[in-house]
C-alpha cells in the first residue's frame, strides 16, 4: 500500500518492520495524503540533513492539499490555507516578509522536517487515523534525532505529548495549533522563525529562509 521508496537513512527504524503492516491492514480504503505521499517528510529530509522539526497534528483531510510534508499544500492549490494561512500571518509578523508559496519544499531542502503525529486521515474525516499507531514511528524518529542539538517546534497537544522524548540539549519552542480553531488562544506573537533562527545561528549554523525564496 505505502511506498517505501527513498526513506534512506530511515528505512533502518524498527517502525517499518513491526508496525507498519499492522497500520496498514487497519486502513479501509481512501486515504490521505496518497500512499506514494505518505513519507514524503522523510524521504525529502534525511536525518543528517535535519535542522529543525516542526510536529503538527494529521494531514490535511481535503483531497488535493496534503502532500506529505506537514502544513505544506501544493502550488496552486487554489482552496482556503486555514493552518498554513495563520502560519503564513506569524511569518510575516515575526520577520516581516511575506510568504505565499504553499509548497514548503524549500523549507524540507533546509533541513526542516515537517512531520504530523499521525502520517494517513481518511478523507473528510479529521483525526480519523490518529490512534493507529503512527505514534511509534514518531517516537522513534525524535531518538534518531537526539544525537545533537537540534530546534524543535511543536503545535498542538498531540505534538506537545512528544516533548518528554526530547533531551535538554535542543531548542524546544511550543505553541498552540496554528489551526483557525485554536490559533488565536496563543499562536501568534509567539515568533518562532525568527527564534529559531537566532539559535541556529549561536550554534554556528545557517538561519533558515522561511520567507518567500
Same mark, same amino acid.
Given at each position: ?21 499492522? #497500520?496498514?491492514?487497519? #486502513? ?5 495524503? $496518497? $500512499? ?13 540533513? =535535519? ?39 506569524? #511569518? ?24 504530523? =503525529? +499521525?502520517? =494517513? ?41 512528544? +516533548? ?13 495549533? $496554528?489551526?483557525?480553531?485554536? +490559533? ?16 541556529? #545561528? ?12
Amino acid at each position: 500500500m505505502f511506498d517505501l521508496a527513498g526513506l534512506g537513512a530511515w528505512a533502518g527504524l524498527p517502525f517499518f518492520a513491526e508496525d507498519l503492516p499492522r #497500520i496498514a491492514g487497519r #486502513i479501509d480504503g481512501a486515504v490521505l495524503p $496518497p $500512499p506514494d505521499r505518505t513519507f514524503a517528510a522523510l524521504v525529502r529530509t534525511q536525518p543528517e540533513a =535535519t535542522r529543525v522539526v516542526i510536529l503538527g497534528q494529521d494531514p490535511y483531510h481535503s483531497p488535493g492539499k496534503a502532500d506529505g510534508l506537514a502544513f505544506s499544500i501544493p502550488d496552486g492549490f487554489g482552496g482556503r490555507l486555514d493552518s498554513l494561512g495563520n502560519i503564513f500571518k506569524e #511569518i510575516e509578523s515575526d520577520l516581516g516578509r511575506p510568504r505565499r508559496k504553499t509548497a514548503l519544499d524549500d523549507w524540507a531542502d533546509q533541513g526542516v522536517l515537517l512531520l504530523n =503525529t +499521525a502520517l =494517513t486521515v481518511t478523507p473528510g474525516k479529521p483525526r480519523a487515523h490518529a490512534r493507529l499507531g503512527w505514534d511509534r514511528l514518531v517516537r522513534q524518529v525524535l531518538a534518531r534525532l537526539d544525537d545533537r542539538p537540534r530546534a524543535f517546534i511543536l503545535w498542538g497537544g498531540p505534538a506537545q505529548a512528544h +516533548a518528554d522524548a526530547l533531551g535538554p540539549h535542543h531548542l524546544i519552542l511550543t505553541a498552540p495549533h $496554528p489551526s483557525p480553531l485554536s +490559533a488565536h488562544r496563543g499562536f501568534f506573537g509567539t515568533r518562532p522563525f525568527s527564534r529559531v533562527n537566532r539559535w541556529l #545561528i549561536e550554534q554556528g549554523g545557517e538561519p533558515i529562509k522561511w520567507a518567500d525564496p
